[in-house]
T-cell receptor
Framework: GENVEQHPSTLSVQEGDSAVIKCTYS??????FPWYKQELGKRPQLIID?????GEKKDQRIAVTLNKTAKHFSLHITETQPEDSAVYFC??????????FGKGITLSVRP | EAQVTQNPRYLITVTGKKLTVTCSQN?????MSWYRQDPGLGLRQIYY???????DKGDVPEGYKVSRKEKRNFPLILESPSPNQTSLYFC?????????????FGEGSRLTVL
């Protein structure tokens, strides 16, 4: 089945800097790649997603890029703010139509 | 308001005492799923359902049961809870059976088994 990995498990950046979070996946047939944000004590919520026929997608300060050859996709956050501090989960939907999550990365934005 | 509702939100129980965590969605979604979240392990899928009367095991199904008799409801049953099932549980739903769109999560149910 699909295996999704996120590294590192924590990331700390200075407010205003950019943050990049990378995920790798194993199933070359995967076709949908969402990113979820989970603030402390809250439920995960979708912040951006990308499909396999697109290489990049942007939404204001966040963007996602997909490299199908290397089987990795990345979340880019520009001009980070304290409210960006959260756990970020990447996920992938493989040929079985099952969504598999990575273990999450804790992003801390230092004021 | 479109939502996924879980109950109870918090529960402390004892080993062996059967319990059910209910999950209901009002969006007419085909797909529903249960996850458990543990520190350092992320979101692990317990069971999922692609439609009424269709359920399948996720990655960590041992000790759990589910049913999907109606489209809107997907209860999680712990027949004989054990301390290793202490966790934060999330129910989620998606419009289509193949998850290629947003997954809507409930608020979570924090379960402690003593």
């Amino acid at each position: 089945g699909e295996n999704v990995e996120q590294h590192p498990s924590t990331l700390s950046v200075q407010e205003g800097d950019s943050a990049v979070i990378k995920c790798t996946y194993s199933d070359s047939a995967s076709n949908y790649f969402p990113w979820y944000k989970q603030e402390l004590g809250k439920r995960p919520q979708l912040i951006i997603d990308i499909r396999s026929n697109v290489g990049e997608k942007k939404d204001q300060r966040i963007a996602v890029t997909l490299n199908k050859t290397a089987k990795h996709f990345s979340l880019h956050i520009t001009e980070t703010q304290p409210e960006d501090s959260a756990v970020y989960f990447c996920a992938a939907t493989g040929v079985s139509s099952k969504l598999t999550f990575g273990k999450g990365i804790t992003l801390s934005v230092r004021p | 308001e479109a939502q996924v509702t879980q109950n109870p939100r918090y529960l402390i129980t004892v080993t062996g005492k059967k319990l059910t965590v209910t999950c209901s969605q009002n969006m007419n979604h085909e797909y529903m799923s249960w996850y458990r979240q543990d520190p350092g392990l992320g979101l692990r899928q317990i069971y999922y359902s692609m439609n009424v009367e269709v359920t399948d095991k996720g990655d960590v199904p041992e000790g759990y049961k589910v049913s999907r008799k109606e489209k809107r409801n997907f209860p999680l049953i712990l027949e004989s809870p054990s301390p290793n099932q202490t966790s934060l549980y999330f129910c989620a739903s998606s419009r289509t059976s193949g998850v290629t769109g947003e997954l809507f999560f409930g608020e979570g149910s924090r379960l402690t088994v003593l």
